[in-house]
């Protein structure tokens, strides 16, 4: 990523897995702590939201076969921001167009 930018490196990788079986493991350490602070090992410097929602949004054009979450802390988590950021980012993987912005949007209307 850092060599070749961010857009081109994944574009390079999701060519590579086109048409194969792939299992996803997301591990939300890798998620900036701006992002997701309810993490064992909080990340400065990680994939901020625009980058993982991006990323989770080419996911689903694969094919995904098994998915798993991983090190998220509850006791950590910060009014569970890290717990609805990795349910958005499930349904994303998996095809679905879920946002929590949107879902904010619907309840101030």
Not at 92 to 106: D, M, P, Q, T, V
């Amino acid at each position: 990523i850092l060599l070749k930018g961010f857009g081109p490196a994944l574009g390079d990788l999701f060519k590579k897995l086109a048409g194969k079986p792939i299992h996803v493991s997301l591990d939300l350490d890798s998620i900036d702590i701006l992002d997701a602070p309810g993490v064992g090992i909080p990340s400065r410097g990680g994939f901020d939201f625009r980058e993982i929602k991006f990323i989770a949004e080419e996911i689903s054009k694969l094919n995904v076969i098994a998915m798993d979450i991983v090190e998220l802390n509850p006791s950590l988590d910060d009014n569970n921001r890290t717990a609805r950021l990795a349910v958005e980012l499930a349904v994303n993987c998996l095809g679905g167009k879920y946002s929590l912005y949107s879902e904010y949007l619907k309840t101030q209307s």
